[in-house]
């Protein structure tokens, strides 16, 4: 069935943002600058501006007859929602089920990288733990360490890095004998421990070409000095000052670029992002993995670096028209994550937040937020996300930490590092 591509100049297209974190606040603020903006489901503050379809329902998108479908989160993706929209005929930006395997298989990712000859860490995929035990010891005598990988959709616990024998031993029994991680678990990749700087660089793909978009620095470990257990990312920045000029044509074309053309040659059509996360080491980028949506909490900053352009470039990309370039801001822009106390493990939910008076160039872009009699409450693990603007990094981090204690509810916690070093 043809796309229905019903925007005309001078009428205000229509989107539907799915979703209810951070990431999907913030594009709808971000998209609400050019475009009549709806939310399904969105969280309580989000909300609060947006109108709101209510809990997400396919049948209700389809009806809802809006010029553009953005699909926030990875697991609708996996799932085929894209695909099943498409056949209805709506535009959608997000992969299909086929492309979201970048994401939903770290397996599949891999051999995708070697047959593309995208450069990653040297590896191996196993089904049975005797073999990859035997593997991994071997190559543990060839490296600092080693990287244990659960293929499937772990919710960011599924690497685990070892330096040992004995750390090797307990990730890779844990994985596939005890099966903590359940069938995320069925194949497991090891590979070997990479060295250097991580960065995050998000491309729109479409039919025709490719839009980078400002690469951004998540901060995911739990705990200041990057201590602690993983967690979906507690903070961002991006600036034009970082990383060094040319970092990003070289991760364009060695690690996008022959993804894309893979893609292509495979069959498997791809509208939507393409996030690459790269480890820099000795100046040469690496892929760690593929996403297929926006980062969450890299969108809190990115989508603050842009001007103009961001709704019509997610627009041709899902209707399959060349992707136009997006206007771009010189500034920089920090964004914090108000976390509940105990996440990523256990914590409680429930307290309510009070926001108060937020220094200039500062947005709040909520996450984990429920309303109750009126007000807003804690509802998740990341809370919140206080993002703000200045001229340089430093003076976009005073504010962002500044705007931190405009904001509170019983058991806020954050990093006291993001874009310090
Ligand atoms: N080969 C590697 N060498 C060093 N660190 C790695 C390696 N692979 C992953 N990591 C670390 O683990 C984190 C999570 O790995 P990633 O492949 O991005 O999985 P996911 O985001 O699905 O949990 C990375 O951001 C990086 O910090
Ligand atoms: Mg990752």
Not at 20 to 40: C, D, N, P, T, Y
Request: glycine content about 12%.
């Amino acid at each position: 069935m043809p796309l229905r591509y019903s925007h005309h100049n001078g009428e205000r297209m229509r989107i539907l943002v799915v979703g209810s974190g951070g990431r999907e606040h913030a594009l709808a603020w971000k998209l609400s600058q050019e475009a009549e903006v709806v939310v399904s489901p969105g969280n309580a503050l989000s909300r609060r501006v947006f109108a709101s379809l209510g809990p997400f329902n396919e049948e209700v998108v389809v009806s809802g007859g809006f010029d553009l479908v953005v699909v926030g989160p990875e697991d609708p993706l996996i799932d085929g929602l894209a695909d099943r929209l498409r056949a209805q005929g709506v535009a959608v930006f997000g992969p299909g089920a086929a492309g979201a395997q970048l994401e939903g298989s770290k397996a599949f990712s891999k051999e995708m990288m070697a047959r593309s000859g995208v450069r990653t860490a040297a590896h191996r995929t196993f089904t049975e733990f005797e073999p990859a035990l035997a593997y991994g010891l071997a190559q543990l005598e060839q490296g600092e360490g080693l990287a244990v990988k659960a293929s499937g959709n772990a919710l960011g616990k599924g690497v685990i890095l070892c330096r040992t024998p004995d750390e090797l031993q307990d990730a890779l029994h844990g994985m596939m004998v005890e099966r903590v991680l359940g069938t995320a678990a069925d194949e497991v990749v090891i590979e070997q421990m990479l060295r250097g700087y991580e960065l995050s660089l998000m491309t729109l793909v479409g039919d025709h070409n490719m839009v980078s978009l400002p690469i951004a620095r998540d901060y995911k470990r739990a705990l200041d000095g990057d201590r602690g257990p993983n967690t979906g990312g507690m903070g961002t920045f991006s600036t034009p000052d970082w990383p060094e000029a040319g970092v990003l044509g070289q991760v364009e074309a060695d690690l996008v670029a022959p993804m894309i053309a893979q893609l292509q040659r495979d069959g498997i059509p791809f509208r939507g992002t393409l996030f690459t996360g790269v480890m820099m080491q000795d100046g040469v980028p690496y892929c760690l993995e593929y996403n297929v949506r926006f980062g969450d909490p890299e969108t809190q900053s990115f989508v603050r670096r842009l001007g103009k352009g961001f709704a019509a470039a997610l627009l041709a990309a899902a209707a399959g028209d060349p992707i136009p370039p997006i206007e771009t801001l010189d500034h920089a822009v920090v964004s914090v994550v108000l976390a509940s106390e105990g996440y990523p493990g256990a914590y409680s939910k429930g307290h309510p937040i009070q926001i108060g008076d937020l220094p200039e160039g500062v947005e709040v872009f909520g996450a984990g937020i429920g309303a109750r009699d009126g007000g807003l409450v804690t509802n998740g693990g990341r809370v919140l996300a206080v993002s703000a603007v200045a001229p340089t990094l430093a003076d976009a981090r005073a504010r962002a930490y500044a705007a931190t204690e405009s904001v509170d509810f019983e058991g806020k916690t954050l990093r006291t590092d993001i874009a310090a070093n």
